[in-house]
């Protein structure tokens, strides 16, 4: 049985990817035409699986569903071969199979995959792809009519979906085939693709949809997601287990007082000692930053393997990605350094080993990085854990022990964004035009708003036909008009900027990198090209660059001779501890605590576990371990719930507000994953402070909104919900605007909308967003629940643990000194360390 989408050599191509969206295969030879499925498997090589006929038997019998089963098993072939089946037997024209795919990159290994099958069968299907890369021509003649079989985004789905013939071109669909289903889910993406099943349901009532994935926990509530929540889902999984071995590269010393600072880099000569170009592996670390350092750190050392050492993330130039993805296929390109860019579905099938340079920080992503290796059915899966510093072989023995137990993540939909549905609205305006109770029963055919009140459909009906109340005088944000018992968009320029801005992916404003000499490198942050001199070098896409000017958007740079002095940082690179891991590592620390440091990472970190239980005590799952010390800078509160960064942000700044309600005082804060610091230069009384009551989840938005500048917080968010609804637009291709320029436009709307419409349905979106995404509010109410019925531990320390070390360390390197940080922490280090001896 073969993966889903079997890898093929191909010769490395000079054409760009925009003029071949669409592949020229050549007809399959005439033994192999009309072979029928089974013969076409024994072709091959491959039987079916069990689970793949249970799909195309589920599909012919009308049902919907999910198909749930492990990376690399075929899960492709189980939805497509159906639906396959049933287009051949009717021999009808037109767009009958969609398959969505969250990345478009994949679209070219997904279509060689789809087109495949089809010498088994004795018809003439089409299989195209439609996404940002598709050339312009290609396009036009989509318009006229689409393949049989087409291959889509979310976004290039909307874009169809804008077409005044939508409901004529999506008539004849039988099934839409959704890939990567845990990606979507959970994003406004996933809304995105919910509103628009929902809409395809309505112009093909018989549409049939199967959602693929392999990394779910709550199969049932996926599932509706994808089939509507009126709709029975079927289920299609298999027993086929796909081996996961896993081991860690352990270091030669562990330091007794770690610190989360650094990219790992003192692991670096062990990494290039144990890999081998003769085993192609995947090297994945968890920021393009750090990518970056280790692809450089590598060349550096090996530069022998300067032909087959690669470096892949998604700020590099498309071209340069499909080339090393080339590579990766026939054979020319053995290790790669990489991010998330190469986590999803793209089949390489000579990838052997992969690599996690650092925590995985959850257990789904865990699993999908090892299933890039080795991706057969029933193949072993290999990854090497790497830790960048002494705790993390703790996380790492948890993540082993959760693995084991299969405690993967559950990925809840989102409930209605109105920003999203603000978006749909000018979509199906554009799309034909929408009768108001007609589109209000679509939208809620979906999971996200099944609940949906028609005072919150009015209120984003308004915003898009009016701008609502506030907006109403300015012509700009009448983009929906009612003609009739219909509304439409009758303004060309609206349906232009509406069409180049259609999505709800935000992120930093980027600019382009390019050389003087010309030649495109990639897009940086803004904000990181805005803090250069001209001059200063830095590392991109594993080129040393000095930086010239910045002109229109675009960063013009040139090869640099000297040492590059910085790497650019995306915002959004700290991953945070999942709850899964996170539940993981408190039973780990348990286990080490009650005398049972099975794991060969844990007997590694025994140096540090040791300084922990000497100076304090290692944390019990049944009790919340609280640290009490004083240090020339003043009095120290150390709390380890070990629930993630997010979730501490939130209850360092709750527990700060609430202590202060007890008696006047000060505070620094720190976070980490493991824990949080409260610092006040005068004595407090924490330990008599710290009673249940304080963990109450009594007025907890109240007591949130309180502790933090949640307006300015809000003020930053509503800059993406203010682009999704489209208030706001970045612009005209050629002529798009800087970042500076969308945040005088998003913060003047703000303004005005909390100075005149304080109960705008945007405005309290960017609020919850900001609880639910920057504080993890539903994380934060169930640990708050545990701590309010768990004892804490309260321990008198001499000074800082191992435990607190990366906390001090955190607060260290927000504060200003002439020192390095690298500096301070070692001088920390040697002081205590020279105080543990004497006190030995």
Not at 19 to 48: C, H, I, M, N, Y
Not at 415 to 444: K, M, N, S
């Amino acid at each position: 049985m073969p993966p889903p989408r079997r890898a093929r050599t191909s010769s490395p191509r000079t054409a760009t990817p925009r003029k071949r969206a669409v592949r020229k295969v050549p007809p399959p030879p005439p033994e192999e035409r009309t072979l029928g499925v089974d013969a076409w498997f024994e072709s091959r090589g491959w039987t079916p699986f069990p689970f793949q006929r249970e799909a195309w038997a589920a599909y012919a019998r009308g049902e919907s569903g999910l198909i749930h089963v492990p990376t690399g098993a075929g899960k492709t072939y189980a939805a497509y071969i159906g639906p396959l089946t049933e287009v051949a037997e009717r021999r009808e024209k037109g767009l009958q199979i969609l398959y969505i795919t969250p990345l478009r990159a994949m679209s070219r290994d997904i279509e060689l995959a789809l087109l495949a099958p089809l010498s088994a069968f004795d018809s003439d299907i089409t299989v195209e792809s439609r996404t940002g890369d598709t050339s312009s021509g290609i396009r036009r003649k989509q318009k006229d009519r689409l393949p049989e079989v087409l291959i889509t985004t979310p976004e290039s789905l909307s874009l169809l979906l804008c077409h005044e013939r939508a409901h004529e071109m999506f008539a004849p669909l039988r099934c839409v085939i959704v890939d990567e289903w845990h990606e979507l889910l959970g994003t406004k993406r996933g809304t995105q693709v919910e509103l628009a099943l929902a809409r395809l349901r309505r112009f093909a009532p018989g549409m049939r949809t199967w959602a693929l994935s392999a990394t779910l926990a709550n199969l049932d509530e996926a599932a509706r997601a994808a089939v509507g929540p009126n709709a029975t889902p079927s289920f299609v999984s298999a027993g086929l287990e796909r081996p996961v071995h896993m081991e860690t590269l352990l270091p030669d010393s562990v330091d007794a007082f770690p610190w989360a600072g650094h990219l790992g880099m003192t692991m670096l000569r062990k990494v290039s000692d144990w890999l081998d170009p003769a085993h192609p592996t995947l090297l994945f670390t968890n920021t393009r930053s750090q990518a970056e350092r280790w692809y450089e750190g590598l060349r550096f050392l090996r530069p022998e393997w300067e032909g087959v050492l690669a470096l892949h993330h998604g700020s590099i130039d498309r071209d340069s990605r499909e080339a090393v993805e080339r590579g990766l296929k026939d054979g020319s390109v053995r290790l790669v350094v990489c991010t998330s860019s190469l986590d999803l579905g793209v089949d390489f099938g000579p990838v052997e080993r992969v690599v996690q340079i650092g925590s995985p920080k959850g257990i789904s992503r865990t699993l999908q990085r090892a299933g890039r290796s080795a991706h057969r059915p029933g193949a072993t899966a290999h990854l090497l854990f790497v830790p960048t510093h002494a705790l993390e072989l703790v996380e790492m023995a948890a993540a082993r022990d959760a693995l084991a137990h299969r405690e993967v993540e559950p990925r809840a939909p989102l409930r209605q964004p109105l920003d999203v549905l603000a978006q749909h609205l000018v979509t199906c305006a554009l799309g034909g035009g929408f009768v108001r109770e007609a589109l209000l029963a679509e939208v809620r055919d979906t999971l996200a708003y099944r609940d949906l009140s028609e005072e919150d459909f009015d209120r984003a009906l308004l915003l898009v036909t009016e701008g609502g109340p506030t907006l109403r005088a300015y012509p700009q944000f009448h983009r929906v008009r009612r003609v009739e018992d219909r509304y439409v968009v009758a303004d060309a320029r609206v349906a232009r900027l509406h069409r180049l801005n259609v999505g709800t992916i935000a992120s930093d404003a980027t600019v382009e990198l390019r050389y003087w000499t010309g030649g495109r490198i990639g897009t940086v942050e803004e904000s990181f090209v805005s803090r250069l001199r001209p001059g200063d070098t830095f590392l991109f896409a594993g080129k040393r660059l000095e930086f010239s000017r910045m002109k229109d958007l675009t960063a013009y740079v040139k090869a640099a001779k000297q040492r590059a002095s910085a790497t650019p940082r995306w915002s959004g690179g700290r991953l945070p501890l999942s709850g899964s891991l996170a539940a993981a590592v408190r039973r780990t620390f348990h286990a080490v605590r009650e005398g049972h440091p099975d794991a060969a990472e844990l007997r590694a970190a025994q140096p540090v576990l040791d300084a922990q239980a000497r100076l304090s005590r290692v944390p019990a799952q049944d009790a919340c371990l609280v640290e009490l010390c004083r240090t020339r800078e003043g009095h120290h509160l150390f709390l380890y719930p070990f629930e993630g960064r997010l979730v501490h942000e939130g209850l360092a700044a709750l527990l700060a507000l609430r202590l202060t309600r007890l008696r006047k005082a000060t505070f620094s804060l720190a976070v980490n994953d493991y824990g949080l610091e409260l610092l006040s230069p005068s004595p407090f009384p924490f330990e008599e402070a710290l009673r249940p009551a304080l963990f109450t989840r009594e007025r907890l938005v109240e007591d949130i909104l309180e502790s933090v500048n949640l307006g300015e917080l809000a003020r930053r968010q509503f800059r993406d919900v203010a682009r999704v609804a489209g208030l706001v637009m970045p612009g005209l291709p050629g002529a798009r605007k800087s970042t500076r320029q969308i945040q005088a436009s998003t913060g003047l709307l703000y303004d005005v909308f909390a100075r005149y419409e304080p109960d705008h349905m945007l405005l309290a979106q960017a609020r919850r967003e900001v609880l639910e995404q920057h504080f993890e509010q539903v994380r934060l109410v169930s640990t708050l629940e545990r701590l309010e019925r768990t004892p804490l531990e309260c321990v008198h320390v001499p000074r800082p643990t191992p435990l607190a070390f990366p906390l001090v360390v955190e607060r260290m390197g927000a504060t200003l000194s002439n020192e390095t940080l690298l500096d301070r922490v070692q001088r920390m280090k040697e002081k205590w360390l020279r105080e543990d001896s004497l006190s030995a």
